[in-house]
């Protein structure tokens, strides 16, 4: 089954304990990204990877790190968390970004990963 | 960059009731796509529709891309069409989101 699954799916934490959540792909997508919802924001997006070793930051990167070193994963480390950093996070993905046309650009998301930092 | 405005930020109906979300955006685009997000939180792509029109059982979506809007129609609505819809606009290397439109589906 074509998936984009996240690791842990809910998790509390205390401020300054390292954590990384996990996102994971089986469709050989090359676009992932990682975004954060809070309500009345939206969603917004942390960081994203153009393919492998290709990441680059989104509207609020602060307090977060990715890598991407194989394509199939696009782990989101918070090195020291803080309360502000309790969300909702989503990973998404998609098999192209600049194609234009559904079949490559539609972003599918993983189940989400709700995040409480105490 | 592009805005993207919801409308209406709230919609109660009935079991049956037909409704229509908007989606305003405040420049071109060739990348829009309308998303549902359940009860539980689960982000669901519903359609890719950057023009034109498309059809999914009871959901329908179009866009107007030369009057920069998009519109998502649900026909027969059912509780479990309840949750919020999201549209969203690809700027560059990201998408624009919209604050969505939460809907509920009373029996």
């Known amino acids: 089954e074509a998936q984009v699954t996240q690791n842990p799916r809910y998790l509390i934490t205390v401020t300054g304990k390292k954590l990384t959540v996990t996102c994971s792909q089986n469709m050989n997508h090359e676009y992932m990204s990682w975004y954060r919802q809070d309500p009345g924001l939206g969603l917004r997006q942390i960081y994203y990877s153009m393919n492998v070793e290709v990441t680059d930051k989104g509207d609020v990167p602060e307090g977060y790190k990715v890598s991407r070193k194989e394509k199939r994963n696009f782990p989101l480390i918070l090195e020291s968390p803080s309360p502000n950093q309790t969300s909702l996070y989503f990973c998404a993905s998609s098999l192209l970004w600049t194609s234009g046309r559904a079949s490559t650009d539609t972003q599918y998301f993983g189940p989400g990963t709700r995040l409480t930092v105490l | 960059g592009i805005q993207v405005e919801q409308s209406p930020p709230d919609l109660i109906l009935q079991e049956g009731a037909n409704s229509t979300l908007r989606c305003n955006f405040s420049?071109?685009?060739?990348?829009l796509q309308w998303f549902h997000q359940n009860p539980w939180g689960q982000l669901i792509n519903l359609f890719y529709?950057?023009?034109?029109?498309k059809q999914n059982g009871r959901l329908s979506a179009t866009t107007v891309a030369t009057e920069r809007y998009s519109l998502l129609y649900i026909s027969s609505s059912q509780t479990t069409d309840s949750g919020v819809y999201f549209c969203a606009v690809k700027d560059n290397r990201k998408l624009i989101w919209g604050l969505g439109t939460s809907l509920a589906v009373n029996p």
């Open positions: 420049d071109s685009v060739n990348n």
């Open positions: 529709i950057p023009s034109g029109t």
